[in-house]
């Protein structure tokens, strides 16, 4: 069965610090892994995806993440953040025909 | 390249009215899911379509909900008798698979806000 846990429910940060948002998975298959980001009253966008091949991803506005098969993690990361970085950020493992398993969220809370 | 849309954005309804709702995916995405998001959580996957074939139900999907895809474009979600508990955030999400490749990633939708009074 697959699932995600995001262990942080919100981060508070201020502008132009670093921050890691954690993702653990479980998969009973393949691993592909997805970040997306949503924006209050919105659907969710694309942020980055890991496939196969290199463990470290790069994404969309500076993120990237890394794939960790031991530790069963996927971390998002961003060395510097913006305050239009704030909104909620979703974590989620594709599952048999493709369906995604999303975790429950995290809300990055960027102060000036 | 348009995107998914999703009509009508927000929906206030009282209990026990049939609500539907559509959604037009990427032009030639052959794939097409439904999620629904309730506060605090992440989406829930609800059904799936490969073209005009619905291919899998989640039993969160009890029988007073229903969905279409009639041509393999667009699809509808229609709720029957609504409950309060059926206040969520309804999330369509399309995707083009190829032969070999059936792993990519899926665009959504802006949502339907679907109130329950």
């Known amino acids: 069965a697959q699932s995600v846990t995001q262990l942080d429910s919100q981060v508070p940060v201020f502008e132009e610090a670093p921050v890691e948002l954690r993702c653990n998975y479980s998969?009973?298959?393949?691993?592909?892994l997805f970040w997306y980001v949503q924006y209050p009253n919105q659907g969710l966008q694309l942020l980055l995806k890991y496939l196969s091949g290199s463990t470290l991803v790069k994404g969309i506005n500076g993120f990237e993440a890394e794939f960790n098969k031991s530790q069963t993690s996927f971390h998002l990361r961003k060395p510097s953040v913006h305050i239009s970085d704030t909104a909620e950020y979703f974590c989620?493992?594709?599952?048999?025909?493709?369906?995604?398993?999303f975790g429950s969220g995290t809300k990055l809370n960027v102060k000036p | 390249d348009t995107g998914v849309s999703q009509d009508p954005r927000h929906k206030i309804t009282k209990r026990g009215q049939n609500v539907t709702f559509r959604c037009d995916p990427i032009?030639?995405?052959?794939?097409l899911y439904w999620y629904r998001q309730t506060l605090g959580q992440g989406p829930e996957f609800l059904t799936y379509?490969?073209?005009?074939?619905?291919?899998?139900k989640s039993r969160l999907l009890s029988d007073r909900f229903s969905a279409e895809r009639p041509k393999g474009s667009f699809s509808t979600l229609e709720i029957q008798r609504t409950e309060q508990g059926d206040s969520a955030m309804y999330l369509c999400?399309?995707?083009?698979?190829?032969?070999?490749?059936?792993?990519?990633?899926?665009?959504f939708g802006p949502g339907t806000r679907l109130t329950v009074t």
């Open positions: 989620a493992v594709s599952g048999p025909f493709n369906k995604f398993y």
């Open positions: 379509f490969q073209n005009e074939a619905q291919l899998e």
């Open positions: 032009s030639e995405h052959n794939r």
């Open positions: 999400a399309s995707s083009q698979t190829r032969a070999g490749n059936s792993m990519v990633e899926q665009y």
């Open positions: 998969s009973s298959v393949s691993v592909y």
